[in-house]
């Protein structure tokens, strides 16, 4: 059986016989994505309770990684303008220093979560 025309059938969107589709998995290997926390995150959600705009996301690792860039962007600018408020200032005291950091943490998970993770 010809590698070659194997793959361009399976390039083409040809339908593969048995033995065809043995030989394709032997030559390409799967590419394992891996997606930060809110990637995951968004991924879980679309499986979960919107299957129809996963299935018509055209690059699914591509809009994943896309959260996780988005949500690392916007951790940063939120981290920036929450630390520098007079609400969330650290005294030194280490048990306050630790609940101002948990907060903004939690506030900034939050956000991140309702504006970009779990959007329809």
Same mark, same amino acid.
């Given at each position: 059986?010809?590698?070659?025309?194997?793959?361009?059938?399976?390039?083409?969107?040809?339908?593969?016989?048995?033995?065809?589709?043995?030989?394709?998995?032997?030559?390409?290997?799967?590419?394992?994505?891996?997606?930060?926390? $809110?990637?995951?995150?968004?991924?879980? $959600?679309?499986?979960?309770?919107?299957?129809?705009?996963?299935?018509?996301?055209?690059?699914?690792?591509?809009?994943?990684?896309?959260?996780?860039?988005?949500?690392?962007?916007?951790?940063?600018?939120?981290?920036?303008?929450?630390?520098?408020?007079?609400?969330?200032?650290?005294?030194?005291?280490?048990?306050?220093?630790?609940?101002?950091?948990?907060?903004?943490?939690?506030?900034?998970?939050?956000?991140?979560?309702?504006?970009?993770? $779990?959007?329809?």
């Amino acid at each position: 059986m010809n590698t070659a025309e194997v793959l361009r059938k399976a390039e083409a969107g040809e339908g593969l016989t048995v033995e065809e589709v043995k030989v394709y998995q032997t030559l390409v290997t799967p590419v394992k994505h891996t997606y930060g926390k $809110y990637g995951t995150l968004a991924k879980k $959600y679309l499986e979960e309770h919107n299957p129809a705009k996963l299935w018509t996301i055209e690059n699914i690792p591509e809009y994943l990684h896309g959260v996780d860039a988005a949500a690392d962007r916007m951790y940063e600018a939120m981290y920036a303008k929450l630390s520098a408020s007079d609400q969330f200032k650290k005294n030194g005291d280490f048990m306050h220093d630790l609940q101002v950091e948990t907060e903004i943490r939690n506030r900034i998970d939050t956000e991140i979560l309702n504006e970009i993770v $779990y959007v329809n």
